[in-house]
């Protein structure tokens, strides 16, 4: 009964299917830039490029692009900005909450940078 019935072989669907990450390809040395060189997280280059935050990670695992950790991150932004709030707090004499309402860098972080990195100018 049933043999004499054939039906079409289902369609996937998935033949024409392409990664989110590959539309926005073209802006991937940028976004490695800002990941590099300016230390944004995943977030912050996804609101600056308009995109999602997880289609930027996928983008820069599938080209093998190494990923830093948050802890990792923070150390280099932090050495980063010691200078200038060395520079600020006892160059210029402004207080923590003086960098703060200028310069948007919080008192707890402006210790914590000097904190860490004050050792690296005795050497």
């Not at 009964?1 to 990664?19: A, I, N, Q, Y």
């Not at 909450?97 to 050497?123: A, D, F, W």
Request: charged share 30%.
């Amino acid at each position: 009964m049933f043999d004499s019935l054939s039906f079409d072989k289902p369609k996937w669907g998935g033949e024409t299917f392409t990664h989110k990450w590959e539309n926005i390809e073209h802006l991937y040395p940028s976004m490695l830039k800002m990941y590099n060189e300016d230390l944004l997280s995943f977030e912050q280059i996804a609101e600056a490029t308009k995109t999602d935050w997880w289609t930027v990670k996928n983008m820069f695992k599938a080209k093998g692009a190494d990923l830093l950790s948050t802890k990792e991150r923070g150390i280099k932004r932090r050495a980063r900005d010691f200078e200038k709030i060395y520079n600020l707090h006892y160059v210029d004499g402004l207080a923590f909450t003086k960098i703060y309402k200028e310069h948007g860098l919080s008192p707890t972080y402006c210790k914590q940078v000097l904190r860490e990195n004050m050792n690296t100018m005795k050497k």
